[in-house]
Each structure stands twice: as structure tokens, then as C-alpha cells.
């Protein structure tokens, strides 16, 4: 029994955690992404490569970053991707321990350039933003970089004392950068740093996409051990300020962080999230490799809410369908589809996790560790995959999305007064 997923991205051996630079370069899609080449578990950071023409299914390229300059030694840290002149441009952070226990770090911003998309060349003039902003501190990291009306902008996490916050940065060649000021944070109600900012518009607004960490939970809300979300609102540039409205989760699961967004050649929003947490335990581990990606998802935004759907690719691994004979089948990897406004329960890998809908209730249990949320859900896709499930309601109004280590059992079971469509992968 292996836990590699079949339709899911995960690092061909080593450890894996965030999205990296996702793209789309000459018509070829970009996944880097965080990585250990050496051993199972984090340690020195590399960027791991693959390629794709469909988002679905991948292929493995060679390591694009390592950390092999005295800026970057311990790390080549989380970044994002911008193409210029027809030149894929990475953005990272390099991270630089400064005492055996590495509690104490110097992170900068750096950048590599490609022509060909696969052989990647630092910048000379790295690090190309070395000073610790003026409302941070030496923790400021994973630069997200845009083009708008001919300048370039950057987005960096960072923290005070007590506070995540955005920083932004400005340029006219993506090359020399100074500091416009804080956009958001300091709020003193969503934690002590804001990773993985992200800055897109979408549908006439702006959104503020990030990962904080160290915020409490509330009632029935955030519950990992850190969160992903986001603000909608209106950036103003010039101030430069972020006006928004009320945080919100992202995804409703125990797995999902560190989400970064691209826009492709046909002008959609992709999310790639890690479908995974910090501090967990990772069975996968065993078999030489850690962690997985989540399905890319397509973002609208409804209502002044971000809703997730999968990419409409994802029916091409469809091999068959048919409606759901009974409450019991097997499997390893397919999707499940149904609408209805009754109550149900759904058994993933025998009683590995279960999904269920009671009342205007929605609830994702994995053991004794519940998620919970209040919503009124109609329609429903259950994405399997050897050792996860992503569940999107209402059209991707609401997104479940965890890891599933199954024991001995690949029985699932669904039960309810309704109709599925079962479509095998």
C-alpha cells in the first residue's frame, strides 16, 4: 500500500513544502516549490522544478536553485515568479542562520533569471534588497512580484514584536528596488507574522492572500496550527495602502497553507496550495518523500468571497462514470459529485476521515480532530486520492482540504438519501 497520489503533485523523493514561482512561461506551466533533495524532513532549502502543459500531469526537472552563495548558504526560501522580456525571473528569499541553534537569521531578497526556463542564473547585484524594512524585522521573506502600468511591485512578510504585516516595494527595471511602505497588518488580532503574501486583482477588487501565523483560535475557527487567508479590498499604490474588509479562511481543512496564484495565458487566477501542515506526522515518509500539492483551483471572486473551484482539466482524468450503486465501493483515486439539501456521511479509506453534512453544518473529522463549519451546503465534489480528500461545496464556495492515511481498508462508504456520480481516475 503506498500513499503516492496518482493525480496530485508530489516531490519525486525528499521533502516538500511551499509553491514556489508558480507561471506560465512560452505556453509551459512552472511548479517550484520548496525542497529537500536530501532526507525526508525540512532542512536547507532548495527550489524544486517540474513542468506541465495541462497543470495535471508533470514532469520532473532538474533542481533550479541551490543554496550555494554566502546570501543564500542555509536556504534558498519561498519567492515568486515574473516573466520580463521574455526572461523567466525568480524571486526568493535567501536565508542565512546566524547561530547553532538557528534561532537567530538574515534573510534578503534575491533574484535568478532564465531564458530557456530551465538553467537559472543568480543576479550579480545579489542581494538585490538587503535592509530590514523600517516597521519589521530581520524576519521579512517571500517576495510575490507584479507588473502594473509599466512599474513593478513586491510584496514581503514580515513582523514586528507583536504583529504580521505586508510591506511593499517598488521598481522600474524589477531589478532596483526601495521601500513604499506597510500595506496591511498590525491589526493585534492575526498573528505574529504574515508569510506567503500574495497581491492580485480579481473581478474589479483587490485581494491580499497570506499565511499567518499565531493566530488564536475562535468558536469554531482556526484550529491548525497556522492559517491561510485573506482580505479583499483596494490597494492604492501611491499611499500605499490596503483597504479591506473582515479576514477570511481559505480552505476549511487541516492541510492547506502557503497558497500562492499566477495568472495564466487565458487569463485565469490558479492557486496551488501545500497540502500539508507544519508539525504533523507524515507517514509518506517511509516511502522516501513528504508532502503533496493540492488540485490547482481556479479563483472567482462572489460576493466579495474567493471561491475555489478545480481547474476544468481535471475532467480529463476521468476513465469512467457512472452513478453509485450502492453506500460501499473501492479506490484509490476518483471524484464523487452529488447535490442535495438532506443530511449525509461520507467514509473515506473505511474510518480513516469523514465527511459529513447535519443540519446547516459541515464537518471533516480525521480521528478526534474535527473541522467544523457552519454553511448551508447543495452541492458537492469529493476528490480522492491515495492519501488526501479536497471537498468543494456550492461550487467552491467552502473547501475542505486533508490529508487521509489509510491503514489496511481502501472500502469507502456513503450514506445518505441521494444520487452520486462516481467518476474513477
Known amino acids: 500500500m503506498s500513499y503516492r497520489p496518482c493525480y496530485h503533485f508530489a516531490p519525486p523523493f525528499g521533502w516538500m513544502n511551499d509553491p514556489n514561482g508558480l507561471c506560465q512561461f512560452n505556453g509551459v506551466y512552472h511548479l517550484f516549490y520548496q525542497y529537500h533533495p536530501f532526507g525526508v524532513e525540512w532542512d536547507d532549502m532548495h527550489w524544486g522544478h517540474a513542468t506541465s502543459t495541462d497543470l495535471l500531469h508533470w514532469e520532473h526537472k532538474p533542481i533550479a536553485l541551490r543554496p550555494d552563495h554566502d546570501y543564500d548558504r542555509d536556504g534558498v526560501f519561498s519567492g515568486s515568479a515574473l516573466v520580463k522580456d521574455g526572461v523567466l525571473h525568480l524571486y526568493y528569499t535567501g536565508n542565512t542562520w546566524l547561530d547553532e541553534k538557528r534561532e537567530t537569521l538574515r534573510q534578503v531578497q534575491c533574484l535568478a533569471t532564465s531564458a530557456d526556463g530551465v538553467t537559472f542564473v543568480k543576479s550579480a547585484q545579489n542581494p538585490i534588497i538587503s535592509e530590514i524594512p523600517q516597521q519589521g524585522n530581520a524576519h521579512v521573506r517571500d517576495p510575490k512580484v507584479w507588473e502594473a502600468d509599466g512599474r513593478f511591485y ?5 513582523r514586528d514584536a507583536t504583529d504580521g504585516k505586508v510591506v511593499l516595494y517598488g521598481s522600474d527595471d524589477a531589478i532596483h528596488w526601495s ?6 497588518g498590525e491589526t493585534g488580532r ?9 497581491v492580485f486583482s480579481l473581478d474589479g477588487q483587490d485581494v491580499l492572500l497570506l499565511s499567518p501565523q499565531g493566530m488564536e483560535p475562535d468558536g469554531d475557527r482556526y484550529h491548525n496550527l497556522h492559517q491561510c487567508g485573506y482580505f479583499v479590498g483596494t490597494l492604492d499604490l501611491e499611499l500605499p495602502h490596503f483597504t479591506h474588509g473582515a479576514f477570511t479562511e481559505l480552505d476549511y481543512g487541516h ?3 502557503a497558497a500562492q496564484t499566477f495568472l495564466d495565458e487565458r487569463g485565469r487566477r490558479i492557486l496551488i496550495g501545500w497540502n500539508a501542515m507544519w508539525e504533523c506526522e507524515w507517514p509518506e515518509q517511509a516511502e522516501g518523500w513528504t508532502n503533496q500539492m493540492t488540485i490547482p483551483r481556479e479563483l472567482s471572486l462572489r460576493d466579495n468571497c474567493l471561491y475555489m473551484t478545480p481547474i476544468e482539466e481535471i475532467i480529463s482524468l476521468r476513465q469512467q462514470s457512472h452513478v453509485l450503486a450502492g453506500p460501499k465501493f473501492e479506490g484509490d483515486a476518483f471524484e464523487l459529485s452529488f447535490e442535495t439539501q ?9 474510518n480513516a476521515a469523514t465527511f459529513s453534512k447535519t443540519g446547516d453544518w459541515l464537518e471533516l473529522t480525521r480521528g478526534t480532530d474535527v473541522r467544523r463549519l457552519q454553511a448551508t451546503g447543495t452541492t458537492f465534489r469529493i476528490f480522492v486520492d491515495a492519501s488526501s480528500m479536497e471537498v468543494f461545496v456550492n461550487d467552491g464556495e467552502f473547501v475542505f482540504s486533508s490529508r487521509v492515511y489509510p491503514t489496511s481498508s481502501r472500502t469507502h462508504q456513503l450514506r ?6 462516481l467518476h474513477r481516475f
Do not use: S
Open 154 to 158: 513586491m510584496v514581503l512578510g514580515t
Open 179 to 184: 521601500e513604499r511602505g506597510v500595506i496591511a
Open 190 to 198: 492575526h498573528g505574529w507574522m504574515w508569510e506567503c503574501p500574495d
Open 255 to 257: 492541510d492547506f497553507y
Open 342 to 350: 438532506n443530511d449525509f456521511q461520507f467514509d473515506c479509506f473505511g
Open 416 to 421: 445518505g438519501d441521494l444520487e452520486a456520480i
